[in-house]
């Protein structure tokens, strides 16, 4: 099976890891890593570099994102990132059986919605999902509904895509793919952790990830000042990582990064962890802030809490780590002392099926697209 993959920032790369190390390995597919999106910003930190730092080659980088992030900017990266998939869909169609997208990005819809004219099989990795705070909405949902072949992290997500694709044949509940790197990813030790990046996480660590809401787009500067407002308020060591190529996230960008500048002691802003560094570091630290899908679905799993922001990440399924509050200072600073009273957390993740990526295996050889020659 001859397999184009998408894949358009760091989120979604850490998700497909799994997947890509056991299709990478499998001689029954040929496997086409289409890189695109932010991971060729340098401004996002260049995350192509990533993907060839763990040793998977890329069959086409396309760029076509611009450096402004207005509404009408995003609309533009929109336009040519559909065009150049145009170009690149009618170069490869006949040498895809399918491809594989993930998500909710509105550069992914664009990639994807370049492939229907020429009738190129889809399988679409986490649909049903809602975030009610986020345009990005409205792309799974349509990138859900341009899929042949759907993924999900849960039966709730499951019984979604299924009203989305009229009682679709080719539903399959995996879980979350990216949990499989608990199991198959060393994570580094507090020593490691410092000599790598001169942080010590003996120290009480806050894990910071705030993205804007792109759905009231005009209040995300007052969020932000908010936000900033309850961590100068606090003493923990703050680790802030930074938010993604939506509208207003330059500005939240330029926000964080001006605290972390005046806090240079206990405010440490990254660009770009890897998997590897994230992972590490959500284990290491007291507790998780801010309003990243990352929060919801795998911090269960390191038994940390997640005080979540806003309504970005609104309509997710969470599991019961999960304590959401508004973005006001005053309900930040609240949320952050109620974490401290609680005993640590040892409940289950809703998102945990186990070994996701040898189900995804096991699922792609038997749909109809596998015996194409």
Not at 9 to 25: E, N
Not at 203 to 225: I, R
Not at 280 to 307: P, R
């Amino acid at each position: 099976m001859k397999i184009s993959l998408l894949t358009s920032s760091r989120a979604d790369y850490g998700i497909y890891l799994p997947l890509l190390k056991k299709l990478s390995k499998n001689k029954q597919y040929k496997l086409q890593i289409i890189a695109f999106g932010t991971h060729l910003s340098p401004f996002h930190g260049l995350t192509i570099k990533n993907i060839l730092s763990d040793g998977f080659k890329i069959a086409h980088s396309i760029e076509s994102m611009v450096a402004a992030d207005s509404a009408e900017a995003i609309a533009t990266a929109m336009a040519l990132t559909t065009m150049k998939f145009s170009s690149l869909w009618a170069l490869l169609h006949k040498k895809t059986d399918l491809i594989i997208c993930l998500g909710d990005r509105y550069e992914m819809f664009a990639a994807v919605s370049a492939s229907i004219p020429f009738n190129i099989p889809v399988a679409h990795f986490y649909g049903g999902e809602t975030t009610l705070g986020a345009i990005d909405n409205k792309f799974r949902h349509a990138i859900t509904q341009m899929a042949t072949y759907h993924f999900v992290a849960t039966a709730q997500y499951a019984q979604t895509v299924a009203a989305l694709t009229n009682n679709s044949p080719f539903i399959y509940n995996v879980g979350a793919l990216s949990l499989d790197n608990l199991e198959n990813i060393a994570l580094i030790n507090m020593e490691e952790f410092k000599s790598t990046y001169n942080i010590d996480m003996k120290n009480k660590t806050m894990l910071v990830t705030f993205h804007p809401e792109t759905v009231s787009a005009e209040l995300n500067y007052m969020y932000v000042k908010e936000l900033i407002s309850a961590l100068s308020k606090i003493s923990y060591q703050i680790i802030i990582t930074m938010p993604n190529a939506d509208t207003m996230g330059s500005r939240i960008r330029t926000e964080l990064l001006l605290f972390a500048k005046q806090n240079p002691n206990r405010v440490f802003a990254i660009e770009n962890f890897g998997t590897q560094g994230y992972f590490s570091c959500m284990a290491l630290c007291s507790f998780l802030l801010g309003n990243t899908s990352s929060g919801i679905i795998e911090a269960a799993s390191f038994g940390k809490y997640v005080i979540n922001l806003g309504n970005r990440q609104k309509g997710r399924a969470c599991s019961n780590n999960v304590l959401h509050t508004p973005i006001k200072c005053k309900n930040i600073l609240a949320a952050i002392k109620q974490v401290e009273k609680l005993p640590p957390y040892s409940g289950d993740n809703i998102y945990y099926k186990g070994n996701a990526s040898q189900k995804i295996i096991d699922i792609l050889q038997s749909l109809p697209v596998a015996a194409t020659p």
